[in-house]
């Protein structure tokens, strides 16, 4: 006997919103690359005005619609290959808190805050000695290698006169061929870079990131490590992380940032000239946070974290009550605090405020 049957199957994400200052920016990079009997986009807003991001927007004929307090749209085709982005805008509104709390259980709650910190720009000093660590194992193969020489081209033009010394690697690392720099020439190490072949597993773990003598690290990679150790031995050397792959191990390239002191770029998130900001500008983070009074455990981030525009906690609060101080600045300087005043009215979805809670702590 034959039994025919159907399943559903979803595959749901979540993601915060970027801040971009006057707005905030929603991407969703389909990259498909095999095409779809028939493809589907429905998405509905509500209580919210939300537009297309025209200048990062790849799916053409899409738009919305106001239906009551919601804004719809639809999109549909046969015989489609979904290897375009979804970009969308919502109203960054005010510079108030956002705080919501969720019940967990045994007089405990989740919370979650959101707050757009004053952020204090302050341009470091340019290195004079780069390491440049380039992926050049297999699954880098899809980086966005246009962005990323883009980034570089427009990072060596403004410091203008360096020495950078170039590792690719994939299982482990090759030797080091150094290139001097001068007037922002480096056409030598592109024609290196473009000829570069990508083959080979990623041991990210192979690594020693405290065994190069330089002002500053740039590590090139998606981060997906298949073999070995995926945790490099990480220094006191700032590392920045650039990556323009839309399959990528973030947490393990925003850890590595995070850990040395650096920043993690990711080029699909990024203008080039806010890439570049980034990598110009002395790091602006959050610090440390200080519980003021009532019981508050389990926050995360737990460590420095770059900061660029907003910021969110979250964490667990034991009673009703507390207050949390969040401090922010550059290095280990606080340049600036804000206290928050956590109430547990357990309002919110306690399912999602748990995933929020958990992917924090990822």
Not at 75 to 94: I, M, S
Not at 162 to 189: C, E, H, M, Y
Not at 212 to 239: H, Q, R
Not at 246 to 263: C, P, R, T
Request: net charge neutral; proline share 3%.
């Amino acid at each position: 006997m034959l039994i025919r049957s159907r399943r559903r199957i979803v595959i749901a994400f979540e993601q915060l919103l970027v801040d971009k200052g006057s707005y905030l920016s929603y991407l969703l990079p389909l990259n498909i690359i095999e095409a779809v009997a028939l493809f589907k986009v429905h998405a509905e807003v509500m209580k919210n005005e939300v537009l297309i991001d025209k200048s990062q927007n790849e799916l053409s004929n899409i738009s919305f619609t106001k239906w009551n307090e919601s804004y719809i749209a639809d999109f549909e085709k046969n015989d489609f290959t979904p290897d375009k982005q979804v970009a969308l805008r919502f109203p960054r509104g005010n510079n108030e808190p956002w705080l919501y709390t969720a019940h967990k259980g045994n007089d405990t709650s989740y919370f979650y805050v959101n707050i757009h910190p004053e952020i204090v720009a302050k341009v470091k000093v340019l290195p004079t000695h780069i390491t440049l660590l380039w992926d050049k194992s297999q699954s880098a193969h899809s980086r966005n290698r246009e962005k990323e020489l883009q980034l570089l081209d427009a990072y060596i033009k403004k410091v203008e006169n360096l020495t950078i010394d170039l590792v690719p690697f994939a299982l482990k690392a090759d030797r080091t061929q150094s290139f001097t720099i001068t007037k922002g020439n480096w056409d030598n190490l592109k024609v290196v870079l473009l000829t570069m072949v990508f083959d080979g597993a990623t041991s990210l773990g192979s690594i020693d990131l405290t065994s190069y003598k330089c002002d500053e690290i740039l590590l090139f990679s998606d981060g997906m490590s298949n073999y070995g150790k995926a945790e490099p031995l990480i220094g006191s050397t700032p590392v920045t992380t650039i990556n323009s792959a839309f399959f990528a191990n973030h947490s393990i390239l925003s850890y590595i940032a995070q850990k040395s002191g650096g920043v993690y770029i990711n080029c699909n998130k990024l203008s080039n000239e806010e890439a570049l900001s980034l990598l110009t500008n002395a790091v602006y983070q959050f610090i440390s946070a200080d519980i003021d009074n009532g019981k508050l455990f389990n926050l995360y981030p737990s460590m420095p974290t770059p900061c660029n525009g907003s910021f969110t906690m979250t964490g667990l609060i034991k009673g009703n009550k507390a207050s949390l101080v969040l401090h922010f600045g550059i290095g280990k300087t606080v340049l600036y605090s804000k206290t928050i005043e956590i109430a547990a009215s357990n309002r919110t979805d306690s399912l999602l405020l748990g995933r929020l809670w958990a992917e924090n702590k990822i």
